[in-house]
């Protein structure tokens, strides 16, 4: 099976911008979060990696924060960049026309340095709320050369098996200009940087109707494919289930990979739960996944090759319309028994009574939830 990293973030009270629902049993620390996660993993044997959001998951002893990872049975991944809550923040980053604000977010972004030497974590995810509202407000070149200045620095301090993900969004929160609004724009820059140095695509980071698959094919043929923040969207939004708005997009995006033979990618889940529960949702998140990966592994091939090279477009389009139409759960169930698992990992997460055990013992504190 593939290896899928859950989000921290996903386990605490997370949701729309306008309202946070909490929920019973949420993790008050990060150490609870871990511990959720783990439980994803039980279920699925799939989700053995866990990516940190600093600040939100700060805490006094990031080493200890990974022994304890490695007792529940996971490991710490991707460590995730925070320079869009400061209030400083509020004219970008990086990209500010402000020298001391620029250094303030060169600074955290080389502490999330420190954090990935003392996690053992080999990858540093970067995404910038950076740009403008309106004409004029600031120079476009200008920014683009001072986010390209702040990158070169960060990419520097990079140690040996160390690399560094550059992820990109259309818009939000600004609305004029992003600095980083679009998978040529990341790929530009890490071009620059030097081979340790991929663009990360964010399934919800498009404007509808975006071939997602051809950026994914492009950037895998340009060796340039550094990972993927898997979810869903409706309309502007991102962090729906993956696989809950257009599962035929998902597998399409798994049909490129298998093709490219690239399965070992990074797979992450950038999710916010709202309503629906924190840790079924990324059981079922998972099990989305593997059964569009699973599809994908059962298109034809040959049959394909041969029908594109016969200018045979029914022929083609029906080798993959085939696969896809295939229903993969009893493969997928017999394969997870094969593995000592539990056929239903949703059926058998419910089972196991955790959900109660946290609802009671999780009393006091402070939740954890978005930006926290």
């Not at 980071?205 to 492009?218: C, Q």
Request: glycine share 8%; with cysteine.
């Amino acid at each position: 099976m593939i290896e899928i990293e859950t989000c921290s973030w996903a386990y605490g009270n997370s949701g729309t911008r306008f309202k946070v629902f909490s929920q019973r049993g949420v993790p008050r620390d990060p150490y609870e979060k871990l511990a959720d996660a783990a439980q994803v993993h039980a279920f699925t044997g799939a989700a053995s990696r866990v990516a940190l959001h600093i600040p939100w998951d700060q805490v006094a002893d990031f080493q200890d924060l990974s022994r304890y990872a490695s007792e529940l049975g996971i490991r710490i991944g991707a460590i995730n960049s925070n320079v869009f809550q400061d209030d400083d923040y509020m004219l970008g980053s990086v990209a500010n026309p402000d020298p001391r604000i620029r250094r303030k977010a060169l600074d955290h972004l080389l502490a999330c340095v420190d954090v990935m030497e003392a996690t053992g974590s080999d990858t540093l995810k970067l995404w910038f709320a950076d740009g403008t509202n309106y004409p004029g407000q600031d120079d476009i070149r200008a920014r683009q050369d001072r986010l390209a200045e702040a990158l070169a620095t960060v990419y520097q301090h990079l140690g040996e098996g160390r690399r560094m993900l550059l992820e990109y969004k259309l818009f939000e929160p600004a609305f004029y200009t992003t600095d980083v609004p679009d998978w040529g724009t990341a790929y530009a820059h890490c071009l620059r940087l030097g081979e340790k140095a991929q663009v990360v695509v964010d399934t919800g980071h498009h404007a509808p109707g975006t071939n997602i698959e051809f950026i994914v094919a492009v950037l895998l043929r340009e060796g340039k494919l550094g990972g993927f923040d898997f979810n869903s969207r409706f309309y502007a939004d991102d962090d729906l289930m993956v696989g809950a708005a257009d599962p035929f997009q998902l597998f399409r995006i798994m049909h490129e990979i298998v093709s490219a033979d690239a399965l070992g990618v990074s797979f992450m889940l950038d999710q916010c739960h709202n309503i629906e529960p924190k840790i079924p949702g990324q059981i079922r998140s998972v099990m989305n996944i593997q059964e569009a990966t699973a599809k994908a592994l059962l298109v034809d091939r040959a049959a394909l090759a041969e029908a594109q090279a016969g200018g045979d477009v029914l022929g083609a389009n029906a080798v993959l319309m085939d696969a896809y139409n295939t229903d993969v759960r009893p493969r997928l169930a017999a394969l997870r028994e094969s593995q000592g698992l539990d056929p239903d990992p949703m059926a058998a997460y419910h089972r196991s009574g955790y959900a109660e055990k946290i609802a009671a013992e999780r009393i006091g504190g402070v939740q954890a939830g978005w930006g926290a």
